[in-house]
């Protein structure tokens, strides 16, 4: 029995509107596609994924009371460096930060996944300088 390893993949460029759509399930769908998970000759220990172009960045939705109750927090690693964003700020000042640390968290924390989410591009307009890749749109 031989076994089948798929060489260097082809790399497809796509384009995701986020406008309107719940941030964790759009994380969900663009770590997918990220993965490769969506192409016949996935390999979970190979870089298979698309590049991910996400545009609107700033239109996401947050379901519930995410809005006013998630807080998004970082350490410095000093005594006190604790900050801590609420989520209708982030949304404000950096909302393409969100998308790329809601998909982050879908990613595996290795060598590979450090890969993965630099495939990942996130812009907070609908304008993007990608448009020599020519990216596929999509509908999520």
Do not use: C
């Amino acid at each position: 029995m031989k076994t089948y390893f798929p060489k260097a993949a082809q790399n497809d460029w796509l384009l995701v509107d986020a406008q309107g759509q719940t941030v964790g399930r759009l994380a969900t769908q663009i770590a997918q596609l990220l993965r490769g998970k969506h192409k016949i000759d996935y390999t979970p220990n190979q870089l298979g994924g698309d590049f991910v172009v996400v545009v609107n960045a700033d239109k996401v939705f947050f379901s519930g009371n995410k809005l006013e109750q998630k807080i998004y927090t970082r350490y410095s690693g000093y005594q006190g460096g604790l900050k801590e964003i609420p989520a209708k700020v982030m949304l404000a000042k950096h909302p393409e930060r969100i998308i790329r640390r809601a998909v982050w968290g879908m990613l595996p924390k290795n060598r590979l996944g450090r890969k993965m989410i630099r495939r990942l591009k996130v812009y907070a307009g609908d304008s993007h300088p990608h448009a020599a890749q020519q990216p596929k749109e999509l509908e999520l």
